[in-house]
């Protein structure tokens, strides 16, 4: 080893010990005759005293060695905001191991750089605490998980990242197989398929943090690569998986937030959405949704004679101004909506806003107290199909209570979604999976869900911390005739189902035994721990939401001689993602 010790590790009792330390000048101050500097390295800093003569080269950043002696600062020179601010280092020997280039942004500040120039000098962003901090926190998750599964007797097994494609939701990436032309890999979007052949295989516990590729549409907080916490288990139910990701999550919070998870409770999506306009409704608050389907059954109305109405209210929301209504059209419209329809509540009770014109005065009457307000509140409406107008209210619910402030620092909310809908309606007519295609219906739809395909429930599962989906799961058919007549009600003829399913498939032909499993989001799960808005935080080299790499300038096109040797025809060239090099505007730091 180069050093002896730690910089952060020293201490009082280490006074009089001859030291060697390595690390980068964080920063350096002159004192007339001699200079401190402050050292970094892994473990934190240190103040080491040098001469003047041997630290005029120095410059922030400057990786150095340090041999010297540990002692005492004078009395009055403490730092008590450094577990080393007792003592310093009085070199005698100082050696450059490497200079450092002017700085693209200061490295020792609260003020970060944007976000574009960070992740393109990533390796510099590492170096400040808060991000270094951050891997070390999500090195810590992984090992609190693993010992979790060690103790359940989990074994940990690697899947393929090179697979064939399958449809699980969203588009592969595609890979080019140069000694077969034309033929293709692709990078799995989970290790579904895999985990489900492993409980074929009897290896009955699987778990893997898994690394999981979706070439996704460009969207905000997305990452083209992603880890997850994916575990399957045979013999088991509903329960027993939901009691793993207790079990996770309740020692992770414990170890790493110091919050002991209280037992978890559960809703219906049904009742999810009815209440709260989301399948991952945050409960750190308390709005809920009210629905006026009923109530507004016979109104002159023309815009709730629709099948669904609901409304939310925002308490206060009264003594809004004009502009700060018109600024809530334009965060409605901003999400896909025509609008956000409101009434305000006067301190005397009358009703105003436009829908208050609108509706009968039977209907103005008793409005308040069928949503529950009070004085001065504003309602909230939305009209139409009752999915996507839920979800309108639902993303109101949540910006009122940022608005309002409602969310108590330091709050945790947990919470397991249960019986999500087996299938969803395309916007063609069409349907689909709402999961997977392997997802079990729940015992009672078992015989009936191609009779009914709006109403048919599976047995899909979510966790949800905070408003957000941390996990995901179901239970898995396990019935080849079962897994045939879903792959039927979805329109799969039988021979289509064998050319994308062919070898899953013909494993179940051979004996395999009920299963279930899940993966837990290690992305958002160590962003929430780190308590960081984004998962690029916690991630050691993320990409921009446009899928673009600012530190290598990747996707890049590739060389003729590259195409001609994978067997790929030449095509047009692509123009840039926002955020490379000729792309038009600005580049996205934050998407």
């Given at each position: 080893m180069l050093r002896t010790h730690d910089a952060g590790t020293l201490r009082a009792s280490d006074a009089g010990s001859p030291v060697t330390l390595a690390g980068w000048v964080a920063r350096r101050r002159d004192h007339g005759g001699v200079v401190f500097v402050d050292l970094r390295d892994a473990s934190g800093y240190v103040q080491v005293v040098v001469r003047e003569e041997e630290a005029h080269s120095l410059r922030n950043e400057f990786c150095v060695l340090v041999t010297g002696e540990v002692r005492q600062r004078p009395a009055g020179n403490e730092n008590p905001e450094l577990p080393t601010g007792e003592i310093e280092v009085a070199a005698t020997e100082l050696r450059v191991l490497s200079p450092a280039a002017p700085l693209p942004f200061p490295i020792e500040t609260d003020q970060a750089a944007s976000d574009d120039v960070r992740y393109k000098y990533r390796y510099l962003d590492l170096r400040r605490q808060g991000p270094a901090r951050i891997l070390r926190l999500r090195s810590e998750v992984n090992r609190v998980a693993r010992g979790v599964m060690a103790r359940h007797g989990f074994t940990e097994v690697e899947t393929p990242d090179l697979t064939r494609s399958t449809p699980e939701g969203a588009r592969d990436f595609l890979v080019p197989v140069r000694l077969q032309p034309g033929k293709w890999y692709a990078l799995p979007q989970s290790p579904q398929l895999f985990k489900q052949l492993l409980m074929i295989g009897g290896l009955e516990r699987y778990y893997q943090i898994?690394?999981?590729?979706?070439?996704?549409?460009?969207?905000?907080?997305?990452?083209?690569?992603f880890t997850q916490l994916d575990f399957e288990m045979s013999f088991v139910e509903r329960d027993d998986v939901l009691a793993i990701v207790e079990d996770v999550v309740r020692a992770l919070w414990s170890e790493l937030a110091s919050y002991e998870v209280p037992e978890i409770p559960r809703m219906t999506y049904r009742e999810a959405m009815d209440r709260f306009g989301s399948d991952k409704p945050d409960l750190r608050f308390g709005i809920e949704l009210t629905e006026l389907t009923a109530y507004f059954a016979d109104t002159?109305?023309?815009?709730?004679?629709?099948?669904?109405?609901?409304?939310?209210?925002?308490?206060?929301?009264?003594?809004?101004?004009?502009?700060?209504?018109?600024?809530?059209?334009?965060?409605?419209?901003?999400?896909?909506?025509?609008?956000?329809?409101?009434?305000?509540?006067?301190?005397?009770?009358?009703?105003?806003?436009?829908?208050?014109?609108?509706?009968?005065?039977?209907?103005?009457?008793?409005?308040?107290?069928?949503?529950?307000?009070?004085?001065?509140?504003?309602?909230?409406?939305?009209?139409?199909?009752?999915?996507?107008?839920?979800?309108?209210?639902?993303?109101?619910?949540?910006?009122?209570?940022?608005?309002?402030e409602l969310i108590a620092p330091g709050s945790w909310s947990f919470l397991f979604v249960v019986d999500f809908p087996m299938f969803e309606e395309t916007e063609d007519g069409d349907w689909t999976f709402m999961h997977h295609p392997f997802?079990?219906?729940?015992?009672?739809?078992?015989?009936?869900?191609?009779?009914?395909?709006?109403?048919?429930?599976?047995?899909?599962?979510?966790?949800?911390?905070?408003?957000?989906?941390?996990?995901?799961?179901?239970?898995r058919i396990a019935d080849p005739e079962l897994q045939e007549r879903v792959f039927e009600t979805l329109g799969m003829s039988r021979e289509e189902a064998r050319e994308?399913?062919?070898?899953?498939?013909?494993?179940?032909?051979?004996?395999?035994?009920?299963?279930?499993?899940a993966a837990l989001g290690w992305d958002r799960l160590t962003a929430l721990l780190a308590g960081v808005d984004s998962i690029r935080e916690v991630i050691a080299f993320p990409k921009t939401g446009a899928g673009y790499d600012p530190l290598t300038g990747a996707p890049t096109p590739i060389t003729d001689a590259q195409r001609k040797e994978a067997g790929i025809d030449a095509v047009a060239e692509e123009p840039p993602l926002p955020g490379q090099p000729g792309a038009p505007g600005p580049s996205d730091p934050t998407g």
């Open positions: 898994a690394r999981c590729f979706r070439d996704e549409d460009f969207r905000a907080d997305r990452q083209p690569e002159p109305f023309r815009v709730f004679q629709a099948p669904y109405v609901g409304a939310v209210v925002m308490p206060g929301g009264g003594a809004q101004p004009r502009r700060a209504f018109d600024a809530w059209q334009d965060w409605a419209r901003s999400r896909g909506y025509r609008g956000l329809a409101y009434v305000t509540v006067a301190e005397d009770g009358t009703l105003g806003g436009p829908v208050a014109k609108n509706i009968s005065d039977a209907e103005r009457a008793g409005l308040v107290e069928a949503v529950g307000a009070s004085p001065g509140d504003c309602v909230f409406f939305a009209a139409g199909p009752r999915r996507s107008s839920q979800e309108l209210l639902g993303a109101a619910r949540n910006e009122i209570a940022r608005r309002l997802t079990s219906p729940t015992p009672e739809w078992r015989d009936r869900f191609a009779e009914d395909k709006a109403g048919a429930l599976s047995d899909a599962y979510d966790l949800v911390v905070n408003g957000n989906e941390l996990a995901s799961g179901s239970v994308r399913f062919g070898f899953f498939l013909e494993a179940f032909a051979y004996g395999p035994p009920p299963h279930a499993g």
